[in-house]
């Protein structure tokens, strides 16, 4: 990773907390939320981007259409996120991988 792509990366960053700097306060809340909950359930994809970016598009969506953030995602913030990371890949499983001693996996 050169010099050019953490610029490049910590613009795009700057761009999406700007996005969610202009949320209504009960998204912001819940954004925040989600996005702590996410990080600590680690999926292995999450630092590309495109799941946070694309709950802020959802949210800004909501957001146009005049409804509340709960409306949207229901009462339960865990269970929604849960249900967007289902299929992919976490930190656990790898490590789960490679204390189990599957073919493919490191074991140390």
């Known amino acids: 990773m050169g010099i050019q792509d953490i610029i490049r990366g910590k613009k795009q960053w700057r761009g999406h907390v700007a996005r969610v700097q ?12 989600m996005q702590k909950y996410l ?22 969506e909501g957001v146009a259409a005049g409804k509340g953030v709960l409306e949207l995602i229901g009462n339960d913030v865990a269970a929604f996120c849960d ?26």
């Open 22 to 33: 202009a949320l209504p306060p009960d998204y912001r809340i819940v954004y925040k939320e």
């Open 39 to 60: 990080f600590k359930v680690g999926p292995v994809d999450l630092a590309d981007g495109h799941l946070l970016s694309g709950i802020v598009d959802f949210f800004e």
């Open 83 to 108: 249900e967007l990371v289902k299929d992919s890949r976490t930190y656990a499983d790898i490590y789960q991988e490679s204390i189990s001693g599957k073919p493919g996996t490191a074991k140390g």
